[in-house]
């Protein structure tokens, strides 16, 4: 374990594996590089349907991920993330902006030029639940690519999927069976088969093990790491938990309201991170240690995430930053490199070695000294919900760690009544598209690799399904 891998000692993550090959590689050419990103939602009302305001999800996003790297994108919820990741796989149109695969621009490209393109990028979703066709076995699921690409694999399609089944940890056998015959973590793995069906080059995993209950995380984690080494994936992963970020990413971009406002190697971040915001998030990652928890202080901020309709002016944070001063109300700070390969956006970074004398220097989760601004760095031990319990008066950070999705993802799934009929109905789009990111799994992953494929007459299989699941442990279990 490296020290940066150490620092926040967090999580059920780090208790399992050595996550430290994603530090050993080396950077190659630069896979895909975003310039300008924007995403402005205009929101409508009434009747007429008139414009009565614009949501800035995404503000103006530069960033590269290099091929063989992993990228961490974290934040809060509602900064930005996931809109962030749908359009770096075209599944979201940008505002502005370009986004270059391979050195090819991919904004402007109509869905038929995207289609052959789509194949190099795939995504993972956070809520392997209704990322997957419930209608659908196994087999079609992970099989769809093969077919919406036109491409057949030596062997077929069958064989090829039952490999990649085994691949992810899953058995061949499971080809007929439904998603709801397997527990939490199991359909992740289905939902990760398909998305290297097609051996792409890049995987935009959004909160890929949020939804799963934290004793199934590790495992999908290290799961993501091994198949990374052995394809020379490049990851894009996306996550409100800077836990899980830590230990499969080589850089991280830590991002506010709709921007990035600091972007660093892992070690770099997590030793000397520099936005006070980076600050408050990794004082509130839990420390499972009692006697390092007792010795580390936690920041919490006062007052709530803005609105992205209507972001405060110059630096985002100001309304909830220590430090902030007048400078920071009406001149935003350009994201700049400050020390080597780490670029940050504010006036008054922390950690800054002294002779640079940019800014004051504070320990990471210590009080910042003398604070002006209207928020207070307060100091808690204690984990984040009873952290916020105790200090009723304060705002916590958004903690980066937050429970298990509802309804205990990994609980063993329900016997199977299964039919078609008889399985939750997929959220409309409509409502999938205004109300959340993720609740639109399930059409984009379709589209991700085409369009929607139903498949008509399309009867379940005959093995009966048996207790879903159980027989097959995953094989990355840590
Ligand atoms: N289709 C949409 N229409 C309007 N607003 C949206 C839409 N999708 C996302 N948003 C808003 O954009 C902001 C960023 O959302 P999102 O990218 O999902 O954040 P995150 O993934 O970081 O939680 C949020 O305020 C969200 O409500
Ligand atoms: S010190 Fe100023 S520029 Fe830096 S994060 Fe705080 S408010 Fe923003
Ligand atoms: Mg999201």
């Known amino acids: 374990m490296t020290e940066g891998a150490r620092a926040g000692d967090d999580v059920n993550v780090a208790q399992t594996g050595e996550p430290e090959a ?48 992993t990228l961490g994108l974290v934040g809060e919820s509602g900064c930005g993330k996931s809109t962030t990741g749908r359009m770096v796989m075209r599944l979201l149109e940008p505002s502005e902006g370009t986004i270059e695969f391979g050195g090819r621009d991919l904004t402007g490209l109509s869905r038929g030029q995207l289609r052959p393109l789509r194949r190099d990028f795939q995504m993972i979703f956070q809520d392997p639940q209704s990322s997957l066709n419930p209608r659908h076995t196994v087999g079609t699921i992970v099989g769809l690519p093969f077919r919406l690409q036109k491409v057949t694999p030596e062997g077929g399609v069958k064989k090829a999927v039952q490999e990649l ?5 899953l058995s061949p056998e499971h080809y007929n069976r439904y998603p709801h015959e397997f527990s939490g973590g199991q359909r992740q793995r289905i939902g990760i088969a398909r998305a290297l069906a097609l051996r792409p080059k890049l995987v935009v995993a959004d909160e890929p093990v949020s939804a799963l209950d934290v004793s199934i995380q590790a495992q999908v984690v290290n799961l993501l790491d091994d198949l990374q080494s052995e394809f020379g994936l490049t990851y894009l992963i996306i996550a409100h ?14 991002m506010y309201l709709g921007k990035i406002v600091e972007i660093a190697d892992r070690e770099d971040l997590y030793t000397s991170p520099k936005h006070p915001y980076t600050v408050a998030l990794m004082s509130a990652v839990p420390v499972p240690d009692p006697a390092r928890r007792e010795s580390r202080d936690r920041i919490l901020l006062k007052g709530d995430v803005p609105s992205p309709m209507d972001p405060p002016p ?29 670029q940050v956006a504010c006036h008054f970074p922390e950690n800054m070695p002294a002779e640079d004398g940019a800014g004051e220097a504070v ?30 008066a304060e705002t916590v950070v958004e903690t980066p760690v937050e429970s298990p999705a509802e ?33 639109d799994a399930a059409a984009s992953v379709e589209s991700s690799t085409g369009t929607p494929a139903e498949t008509p007459g399309e009867t379940p299989a005959e093995d009966s399904p048996k207790a879903p699941g159980k027989d097959t442990p995953p094989t990355s279990a840590p």
């Open 22 to 69: 994603a530090s050993r590689r080396e950077p190659g050419d630069v896979l895909v590089r975003v310039r300008g990103l924007r995403k402005h939602f205009p929101i409508r009302s009434g009747m007429t349907r008139r414009r009565a305001g614009t949501v800035k999800a995404v503000d103006g996003l530069d960033f590269d991920i290099r091929e063989g790297e």
């Open 165 to 169: 089944l085994e691949l992810v940890g």
């Open 241 to 254: 938990d800077l836990s899980v970020v830590r230990h499969t990413s080589d850089r991280v971009a830590v």
């Open 314 to 342: 110059a630096c985002r944070f100001h309304t909830r930053c220590w430090k902030a001063q007048d400078i920071c109300k009406t001149r935003e700070p350009p994201l700049a490199e400050l020390t080597t390969r780490h």
């Open 363 to 392: 320990l990471l989760g210590k009080r910042a000294p003398g604070g002006t601004g209207p928020a207070v760095a307060a100091v808690a031990a204690g984990e984040g919900a009873e952290a916020a319990a105790e200090s009723p």
């Open 407 to 439: 309804g205990g993802a990994d609980a063993p799934a329900e016997p199977a009544a299964g039919t078609a009929g008889k399985t939750p109905a997929e959220p409309s789009a409509e409502t999938s598209a205004r109300t959340s990111a993720e609740g």
